[in-house]
């Protein structure tokens, strides 16, 4: 069963997990028909596939140590660090450490679209 996400006004923590971050799973935290955040666990060494989303995003570095990786580059982000990506560009996570980011994905149709066959890399909602 998913977990219930925020409502618009609500407060949501999204601080450093600390010693938690260990066990923490990754969550959607709100969405709208326009704007969906997300809460991505990474675990040290466990790369996120290549994907894509149709739309503009915010990769923030919540804690840890998390490489963007893009056929163009790579951005390296440490706590407290962001990259915006352009849409639909394809794009893999991957953290040195345990790590948390913030993802926020701008919707312009209600949807972050397919990106691959794991829904764009976006826990299910």
Sequence with gaps: M???????LDVI????LGP?????????LLKTERLQLLHLVLPARRDQPEHHVDD?????????DVEVRMPSGSRRL???QLVVL???????????????VLMTLLLQTGDAGDG???GGGVPPT
């Excluded at 938690?20 to 959607?28: E, F, K, P």
């Excluded at 503009?56 to 840890?64: N, R």
């Design 2 to 8: 998913a977990l219930p996400h925020a409502q618009l």
């Design 13 to 16: 923590h999204i601080g450093p």
């Design 20 to 28: 938690a971050l260990h066990d923490a799973v990754s969550t959607s």
């Design 56 to 64: 503009e995003c915010t990769i923030h570095c919540l804690e840890g």
């Design 78 to 80: 440490g706590p407290g």
């Design 86 to 100: 352009p849409a639909r560009q394809r794009h893999s996570l991957s953290a040195r450490v345990d790590s948390a």
């Design 116 to 118: 691959g066959s794991n």
